[in-house]
Protein backbone atom coordinates (compact mmCIF):
# COMPACT_ATOMS: atom_id res chain seq x y z
CA UNK A 1 0.00 0.00 0.00
CA UNK A 2 1.76 3.11 -0.94
CA UNK A 3 2.87 5.69 2.08
CA UNK A 4 0.60 8.55 2.97
CA UNK A 5 1.62 11.76 4.65
CA UNK A 6 0.60 15.22 5.29
CA UNK A 7 2.23 17.76 3.75
CA UNK A 8 2.96 20.99 5.30
CA UNK A 9 3.56 24.16 2.58
CA UNK A 10 5.42 26.78 4.10
CA UNK A 11 6.48 30.59 3.22
CA UNK A 12 9.21 33.41 4.56
CA UNK A 13 9.83 36.40 3.12
CA UNK A 14 12.34 36.24 0.23
CA UNK A 15 15.70 37.46 -0.42
CA UNK A 16 15.73 39.15 2.76
CA UNK A 17 13.85 39.83 6.04
CA UNK A 18 10.99 42.42 4.52
CA UNK A 19 10.55 41.21 0.95
CA UNK A 20 7.36 41.62 -0.51
CA UNK A 21 7.64 38.06 -1.89
CA UNK A 22 8.00 34.66 0.11
CA UNK A 23 9.83 31.87 -0.53
CA UNK A 24 7.90 28.56 -0.26
CA UNK A 25 8.88 24.85 0.80
CA UNK A 26 6.81 21.81 1.81
CA UNK A 27 7.70 19.06 4.76
CA UNK A 28 5.87 16.06 6.26
CA UNK A 29 6.05 17.73 9.63
CA UNK A 30 4.78 20.46 11.49
CA UNK A 31 7.88 22.96 12.11
CA UNK A 32 6.03 24.54 14.77
CA UNK A 33 6.18 21.78 16.86
CA UNK A 34 9.38 19.55 15.70
CA UNK A 35 12.45 21.64 15.37
CA UNK A 36 15.66 20.30 13.30
CA UNK A 37 18.68 21.64 12.54
CA UNK A 38 19.22 20.71 9.36
CA UNK A 39 18.03 18.62 6.59
CA UNK A 40 20.41 15.65 7.70
CA UNK A 41 18.53 16.00 11.44
CA UNK A 42 15.43 15.88 9.38
CA UNK A 43 16.10 12.44 7.46
CA UNK A 44 17.15 10.73 10.41
CA UNK A 45 13.68 11.52 12.23
CA UNK A 46 12.39 10.19 9.12
CA UNK A 47 10.68 13.26 7.98
CA UNK A 48 10.68 15.17 4.82
CA UNK A 49 11.90 18.46 3.52
CA UNK A 50 11.86 19.87 0.04
CA UNK A 51 14.66 22.81 -0.57
CA UNK A 52 12.32 23.85 -3.62
CA UNK A 53 15.43 25.51 -4.87
CA UNK A 54 15.90 27.46 -1.70
CA UNK A 55 18.31 27.59 1.64
CA UNK A 56 17.19 25.21 4.55
CA UNK A 57 14.65 27.17 6.99
CA UNK A 58 14.00 25.47 10.42
CA UNK A 59 10.56 27.76 10.60
CA UNK A 60 8.51 29.73 8.52
CA UNK A 61 6.68 33.34 9.21
CA UNK A 62 5.60 36.34 7.06
CA UNK A 63 4.01 39.42 7.79
CA UNK A 64 0.44 39.26 9.38
CA UNK A 65 1.76 35.19 9.38
CA UNK A 66 3.58 34.51 12.37
CA UNK A 67 4.27 30.35 11.80
CA UNK A 68 4.29 30.84 8.10
CA UNK A 69 1.98 28.40 7.16
CA UNK A 70 -0.06 28.54 3.74
CA UNK A 71 -1.58 24.93 4.08
CA UNK A 72 -1.52 21.83 4.92
CA UNK A 73 -3.23 18.34 3.35
CA UNK A 74 -2.83 14.68 3.39
CA UNK A 75 -1.01 13.12 0.47
CA UNK A 76 0.86 10.24 -1.39
CA UNK A 77 4.18 9.91 0.03
CA UNK A 78 5.92 8.01 -2.27
CA UNK A 79 4.46 10.01 -5.06
CA UNK A 80 5.82 13.59 -3.52
CA UNK A 81 9.18 11.86 -3.12
CA UNK A 82 9.21 10.81 -6.59
CA UNK A 83 8.87 14.02 -8.36
CA UNK A 84 11.11 16.07 -6.17
CA UNK A 85 13.63 14.18 -4.37
CA UNK A 86 13.44 15.56 -0.53
CA UNK A 87 16.60 16.43 1.95
CA UNK A 88 18.19 17.29 -0.95
CA UNK A 89 19.34 20.90 -2.00
CA UNK A 90 18.11 21.68 -5.41
CA UNK A 91 21.04 23.48 -6.53
CA UNK A 92 23.29 20.89 -6.45
CA UNK A 93 21.20 17.29 -6.54
CA UNK A 94 19.28 17.28 -10.01
CA UNK A 95 16.60 15.09 -8.35
CA UNK A 96 15.38 17.52 -5.90
CA UNK A 97 14.74 19.77 -8.94
CA UNK A 98 11.27 18.14 -10.17
CA UNK A 99 11.06 19.53 -13.40
CA UNK A 100 12.28 23.40 -12.66
CA UNK A 101 15.70 22.45 -13.79
CA UNK A 102 16.67 26.06 -14.44
CA UNK A 103 15.92 28.72 -11.67
CA UNK A 104 14.38 31.20 -12.93
CA UNK A 105 13.96 29.70 -16.22
CA UNK A 106 11.63 27.14 -15.78
CA UNK A 107 10.12 28.46 -12.28
CA UNK A 108 11.20 29.76 -9.26
CA UNK A 109 10.47 28.05 -5.93
CA UNK A 110 6.89 28.73 -6.08
CA UNK A 111 6.14 26.08 -9.19
CA UNK A 112 8.41 23.46 -7.13
CA UNK A 113 6.70 23.83 -4.26
CA UNK A 114 3.78 22.71 -6.28
CA UNK A 115 4.96 20.25 -8.10
CA UNK A 116 5.95 18.44 -4.55
CA UNK A 117 2.12 19.10 -3.98
CA UNK A 118 0.63 17.64 -6.98
CA UNK A 119 0.80 14.65 -4.19
CA UNK A 120 -1.76 15.70 -2.16
CA UNK A 121 -5.03 14.12 -2.66
CA UNK A 122 -8.71 15.70 -3.87
CA UNK A 123 -8.28 19.28 -4.55
CA UNK A 124 -4.89 19.70 -4.34
CA UNK A 125 -2.87 21.92 -2.75
CA UNK A 126 -0.38 24.72 -3.99
CA UNK A 127 1.16 27.02 -2.84
CA UNK A 128 -1.09 30.29 -3.90
CA UNK A 129 -1.47 32.19 -0.22
CA UNK A 130 2.38 32.89 -0.63
CA UNK A 131 3.16 36.52 -1.32
CA UNK A 132 4.27 37.16 -4.69
CA UNK A 133 3.04 34.15 -6.05
CA UNK A 134 0.41 36.24 -8.37
CA UNK A 135 3.41 37.59 -10.42
CA UNK A 136 4.72 34.23 -10.29
CA UNK A 137 2.38 32.36 -12.07
CA UNK A 138 1.09 34.65 -14.56
CA UNK A 139 5.06 34.00 -15.67
CA UNK A 140 5.68 30.25 -15.08
CA UNK A 141 2.11 28.77 -14.48
CA UNK A 142 1.10 26.58 -11.67
CA UNK A 143 3.55 23.59 -12.35
CA UNK A 144 6.48 25.36 -14.49
CA UNK A 145 7.17 25.94 -18.19
CA UNK A 146 8.57 22.70 -19.28
CA UNK A 147 5.13 20.93 -19.86
CA UNK A 148 5.89 18.04 -21.92
CA UNK A 149 8.31 16.91 -19.06
CA UNK A 150 6.23 17.52 -16.26
CA UNK A 151 3.28 15.80 -17.97
CA UNK A 152 6.06 12.55 -18.22
CA UNK A 153 7.49 13.07 -14.76
CA UNK A 154 3.85 12.89 -13.36
CA UNK A 155 3.06 9.92 -15.59
CA UNK A 156 6.32 7.97 -14.97
CA UNK A 157 6.17 7.85 -11.06
CA UNK A 158 2.65 7.09 -11.15
CA UNK A 159 2.96 4.35 -13.38
CA UNK A 160 4.39 2.30 -10.46
CA UNK A 161 1.77 2.01 -8.15
CA UNK A 162 -2.14 1.68 -9.07
CA UNK A 163 -2.51 3.23 -5.03
CA UNK A 164 -0.95 6.34 -6.15
CA UNK A 165 -2.74 6.89 -9.35
CA UNK A 166 -6.04 6.11 -7.11
CA UNK A 167 -5.14 7.95 -4.25
CA UNK A 168 -4.38 11.14 -6.14
CA UNK A 169 -7.40 10.75 -8.51
CA UNK A 170 -5.34 9.36 -11.09
CA UNK A 171 -2.84 11.04 -13.92
CA UNK A 172 -3.99 14.28 -15.11
CA UNK A 173 -3.70 15.56 -18.87
CA UNK A 174 -1.51 18.77 -19.17
CA UNK A 175 -4.94 20.89 -19.99
CA UNK A 176 -6.75 19.23 -16.85
CA UNK A 177 -4.38 20.65 -14.34
CA UNK A 178 -5.56 23.88 -12.48
CA UNK A 179 -4.42 26.92 -13.57
CA UNK A 180 -4.17 29.32 -10.11
CA UNK A 181 -3.66 32.66 -11.78
CA UNK A 182 -6.31 32.19 -14.44
CA UNK A 183 -8.79 31.10 -11.94
CA UNK A 184 -8.17 33.79 -9.30
CA UNK A 185 -8.60 36.25 -12.40
CA UNK A 186 -11.74 35.09 -13.52
CA UNK A 187 -13.13 35.44 -9.65
CA UNK A 188 -12.10 38.70 -10.10
CA UNK A 189 -12.99 39.95 -13.36
CA UNK A 190 -15.01 37.26 -15.19
CA UNK A 191 -18.81 38.64 -13.20
CA UNK A 192 -18.10 42.37 -13.82
CA UNK A 193 -15.33 42.82 -16.76
CA UNK A 194 -15.68 39.95 -18.89
CA UNK A 195 -13.78 42.22 -21.76
CA UNK A 196 -11.09 42.63 -20.04
CA UNK A 197 -10.52 39.23 -18.27
CA UNK A 198 -10.40 38.17 -22.06
CA UNK A 199 -7.55 41.00 -22.80
CA UNK A 200 -5.89 39.66 -19.90
CA UNK A 201 -5.57 36.12 -20.29
CA UNK A 202 -4.71 36.44 -23.84
CA UNK A 203 -2.19 38.51 -22.36
CA UNK A 204 -0.92 35.74 -20.29
CA UNK A 205 -0.60 33.50 -22.95
CA UNK A 206 1.43 35.28 -25.34
CA UNK A 207 3.26 35.79 -21.73
CA UNK A 208 3.95 31.96 -20.80
CA UNK A 209 4.76 31.62 -24.88
CA UNK A 210 7.39 34.15 -24.30
CA UNK A 211 8.99 33.11 -21.13
CA UNK A 212 8.36 28.95 -22.10
CA UNK A 213 11.12 29.87 -25.37
CA UNK A 214 14.57 28.37 -24.65
CA UNK A 215 17.21 31.21 -24.44
CA UNK A 216 20.53 30.58 -26.46
CA UNK A 217 23.38 30.35 -25.18
CA UNK A 218 25.44 28.08 -22.41
CA UNK A 219 24.33 29.43 -19.70
CA UNK A 220 21.28 31.43 -18.74
CA UNK A 221 20.79 34.93 -18.35
CA UNK A 222 22.06 35.85 -15.04
CA UNK A 223 19.14 37.19 -12.06
CA UNK A 224 19.31 40.41 -13.12
CA UNK A 225 18.46 40.36 -16.87
CA UNK A 226 15.35 37.72 -15.71
CA UNK A 227 14.24 39.75 -13.26
CA UNK A 228 14.19 43.18 -15.86
CA UNK A 229 12.40 40.76 -18.03
CA UNK A 230 9.67 39.71 -15.70
CA UNK A 231 8.88 43.03 -14.25
CA UNK A 232 8.40 43.99 -18.17
CA UNK A 233 6.17 41.35 -18.53
CA UNK A 234 4.42 42.39 -15.24
CA UNK A 235 3.99 46.36 -16.25
CA UNK A 236 2.02 45.44 -19.04
CA UNK A 237 -0.83 43.74 -16.97
CA UNK A 238 -0.65 46.82 -15.14
CA UNK A 239 -0.96 49.17 -17.83
CA UNK A 240 -4.13 46.89 -19.61
CA UNK A 241 -5.42 46.53 -16.01
CA UNK A 242 -5.26 49.58 -14.08
CA UNK A 243 -4.50 49.90 -10.58
CA UNK A 244 -7.04 48.43 -8.92
CA UNK A 245 -7.81 45.19 -10.53
CA UNK A 246 -4.03 44.90 -10.90
CA UNK A 247 -3.44 44.98 -6.81
CA UNK A 248 -6.45 42.71 -6.81
CA UNK A 249 -4.93 40.15 -8.91
CA UNK A 250 -1.30 40.39 -8.42
CA UNK A 251 -1.50 41.18 -4.87
CA UNK A 252 0.82 44.32 -4.73
CA UNK A 253 0.39 47.60 -6.37
CA UNK A 254 1.80 48.39 -9.66
CA UNK A 255 5.42 49.75 -10.16
CA UNK A 256 6.71 47.93 -7.31
CA UNK A 257 9.59 46.66 -8.15
CA UNK A 258 9.01 42.64 -7.93
CA UNK A 259 12.30 40.78 -8.19
CA UNK A 260 10.94 36.78 -8.30
CA UNK A 261 14.35 35.47 -9.05
CA UNK A 262 17.50 35.14 -5.78
CA UNK A 263 20.54 36.04 -7.31
CA UNK A 264 21.89 34.43 -4.64
CA UNK A 265 20.66 31.27 -5.55
CA UNK A 266 20.54 31.85 -9.51
CA UNK A 267 24.56 31.79 -8.81
CA UNK A 268 24.10 28.42 -7.75
CA UNK A 269 22.19 26.86 -10.15
Same mark, same amino acid.
Given at each position: MASTATLYAWATPAFVSGSPLDHTWVTTYDNQQYHYANAAAVAAAGKDYWFCWGSYHPTGGVPGNPTGGIGNQSGNLALARCLVQSN??????????????????????????????????????????????????????????????????????????????????????????????????????? %?? %????????????????????????????????????????????????????HFERIFGFAPGEKINLVDPSIAQRR
Open positions: ADSASVPAAQGTILIYGIDGVCHQLANQVLYATTGNRLTVKNARGYGASSFLYGTYGLRHAAWASKIQQCSAGSAMAVASTGGVMRMQDLPDDFEEHARAVLG %EH %EPELLAKLLSLRGEVLNFTAQRIPGFTPPNADAINARNQHLIDQAALLLGPE
